[in-house]
């Protein structure tokens, strides 16, 4: 959505409005976006927020934004890490980095709530699934995180 002025009627077919399947496919070829890619990126995503969520030990415990991001990074180095294990090798730090993490505070460190976490694990899922379908802006969003994680994959 960059430097594109919307009307109002324009931008809620962007943010509501599902593309069709074709137009979906054709977005995904001319992105030159994979499958298998695509898997281990939600696969990484998914890692990192099952991570932060099960090992969250609560505001009683991680008090402050230090503690926050003490707890986030351990869980970045563990999922780093892990998929390091499996011969998946990311950068440690990027704009990856700086993009989970501003994520992670914004929608689970600043207010911890069930409902909240449970939309993010759904709207993961439904961004990186194949087969649903998707509008431009989620399009836009998926390309976003795509092209970002396969820029700091190491070959």
Not at 33 to 55: G, P, Q
Not at 116 to 130: G, S, T
């Amino acid at each position: 959505m960059e430097g594109k002025k919307y009307t109002p009627h324009e931008f809620l077919k962007y943010i509501r409005e599902p593309l069709s399947q074709e137009d979906v496919d054709l977005w995904v070829k001319s992105h030159g976006l994979t499958l298998e890619l695509s898997s281990v990126f939600f696969d990484f995503i998914n890692s990192l927020y099952v991570l932060v969520n099960k090992t969250y030990l609560g505001e009683d415990v991680i008090k402050n934004m230090e503690d926050q991001q003490s707890h986030f990074n351990w869980c970045w180095d563990k999922v780093i890490s892990n998929f390091k294990k499996e011969n998946i090798h990311f950068t440690k730090k990027g704009s990856h980095y700086e993009y989970f993490w501003t994520f992670f505070y914004d929608t689970f460190y600043k207010e911890p709530s069930p409902t909240i976490i449970k939309k993010v694990e759904d709207f993961f899922k439904d961004l990186f699934a194949p087969a649903s379908r998707k509008t431009k802006s989620e399009l836009d969003i998926y390309t976003e995180m795509y092209k970002m994680l396969e820029f700091h994959l190491k070959s």
